[in-house]
């Protein structure tokens, strides 16, 4: 099998990371096609208690167990499947199950710190980021985590001050330099997301 092609999609919380990719993977269902959401790739913390997983910082990159994703990226790249974690926001931690992945085409990596981690970075073939304005990414996720999420407003409004925004700041923004293509308002933009299509076709079709 060819090397897959490998779409980073990073942005702050909120952005429109999810909605992007899933726009971007609806538009090449046709051929073989894998999401991978960083998200899942959270540290396993199941040896701790709920207690302590709560106060874990998960918008620092030391949050995320990004070995093990690069891990996989190499091995479905070498045409291998992998066990895929599926993590669960209510417990903080990863579920007993895994999703088993087989190599694809196309691989889209969307989280936080794609295209913060070096190692990750190097193995993207398209870098993208995802824009929005902080007020309403805040709203966006205050609105998503009290109703899917399962957190209360004042948790999601402590946690923004004190982790989400000055990580979002010192970690996340910086990266936006790192994209080839910058994303204003998210899946609405179907000017940008049209160029993307457009863009993945012309490689697969070379
Ligand atoms: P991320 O993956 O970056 O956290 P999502 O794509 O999951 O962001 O979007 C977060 C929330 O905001 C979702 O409820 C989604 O439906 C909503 N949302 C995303 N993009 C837009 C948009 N352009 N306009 C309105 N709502 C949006
Ligand atoms: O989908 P989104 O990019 O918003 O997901 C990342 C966010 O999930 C981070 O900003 C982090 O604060 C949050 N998160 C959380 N609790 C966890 C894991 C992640 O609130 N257990």
């Known amino acids: 099998m060819n090397k897959p092609l490998i779409i980073g999609v990073a942005g702050g919380t909120a952005s429109g990371k999810t909605s992007v990719s899933t726009i971007l993977y609806d538009a090449f269902a046709d051929r073989t ?10 540290n396993d913390q199941s040896h701790m208690t709920l207690e302590e997983r709560v106060k874990t910082n998960y918008d620092h990159p030391l949050s995320m167990d990004n070995e093990l994703l ?3 990226l190499k091995k479905l790249m070498l045409g291998y499947s992998i066990e895929k974690p599926i993590y669960d926001y209510t417990q ?3 579920s007993e199950l895994t999703e088993k992945i087989e190599p694809t085409k196309i691989i889209i ?6 295209l913060e981690d070096v190692q990750i970075r190097d193995l993207l073939d398209i870098k993208v980021f995802v824009e929005a304005d902080d007020d309403i990414r805040f709203i966006r996720r205050l609105l998503r985590d009290t109703t899917e999420r399962g957190r209360t407003i004042e948790s999601v409004i402590s946690q923004y001050t004190e982790s989400v925004k000055p990580m979002h700041q010192q970690f996340i923004e910086p990266t936006k330099k790192y994209a080839d293509i910058i994303v204003p308002d998210g899946k609405t933009n179907t000017v940008a997301i049209d ?12």
């Open 195 to 206: 160029l993307l299509i457009t863009k993945i076709n012309s490689i697969l079709n070379a």
């Open 92 to 94: 903080h931690t990863r």
């Open 109 to 114: 990596v969307e989280g936080l710190f794609v």
């Open 70 to 72: 690069v891990k996989h």
């Open 33 to 42: 096609i894998t999401l991978l959401r960083q998200d899942d790739y959270y």
